[in-house]
């Protein structure tokens, strides 16, 4: 399960030892590019209390927006699993893909031909300059895991998902799966 290399379509889980980091802290990110020039990804558990109807009154749907991240949060990005449906996508793998021809997407969202198991809908991703993804992951700030969900992902990932990663991972990680999110609180 933990993967031993950064690769595009892995899941990276905060540590617990990130507290206080309002972006990160109990995030899972798909890594959705990973280069010696950067890297990109979106934080899948933290939805926002927007629908894409609230920021595209012509969507008339109610599918969930997501924190994708700090960078660039008035911009809106999408990963889906219906490539077939959405041309001019980019795989990111195992059957997930980025972005895409929106107002296609639009049309087909307003037809109900794209269902929520569908896509996912972010303000924002999470970027990391040249080697600064590699810096934090010698600083154990992330641990590196493959991807099982595959395309499935986009269904499975929950504001409950760190827990339930940290918990699969056991050991020391056990006692961190029920301590508050900010232990300043307790």
């Known amino acids: ?13 905060a540590e617990p030892s990130i507290i206080g980091d309002l972006s990160f802290n109990r995030s899972v990110i798909l890594l959705a590019d990973h280069t010696s020039e950067g890297s990109v990804g979106f934080i899948l558990n933290k939805p926002l ?7 595209l009154p012509e969507i008339d749907s109610d599918f969930k927006i997501y924190n994708g991240g700090p960078v660039e ?14 041309p001019n996508s980019i795989e990111i793998s195992n059957g997930i893909f980025w972005g895409g021809d929106f107002e296609f997407t639009k049309e ?7 269902k929520k198991k569908n896509i996912r809908f972010f303000l924002g991703y999470t970027g990391w300059d040249s080697k600064q993804l590699e810096n934090e992951m ?11 969900y595959k ?4 269904g499975k990932a929950s504001v409950h998902f760190w827990k ?23």
Do not use: C, R
Not at 108 to 114: D, P, Q
Not at 140 to 148: A, G, R, V
Not at 151 to 154: A, D, M, S, V, Y
């Open 1 to 13: 399960m933990i993967a031993e290399k950064l690769e595009k379509g892995h899941l990276l889980i």
């Open 151 to 154: 395309n499935k992902i986009l």
């Open 49 to 55: 209390k927007y629908t894409i109807k609230d920021l």
């Open 108 to 114: 087909l969202i307003n037809t109900g031909v794209i």
């Open 73 to 86: 949060q008035d911009n809106l990005y999408f990963i889906h699993n219906i490539p077939d449906l959405i």
């Open 164 to 186: 339930e990663k940290i918990l699969e991972l056991g050991g020391d990680y056990l006692i961190w799966s029920n301590a508050p999110e900010n232990p300043i609180l307790n």
């Open 138 to 148: 010698q600083a154990n700030s992330w641990i590196l895991i493959k991807n099982t």
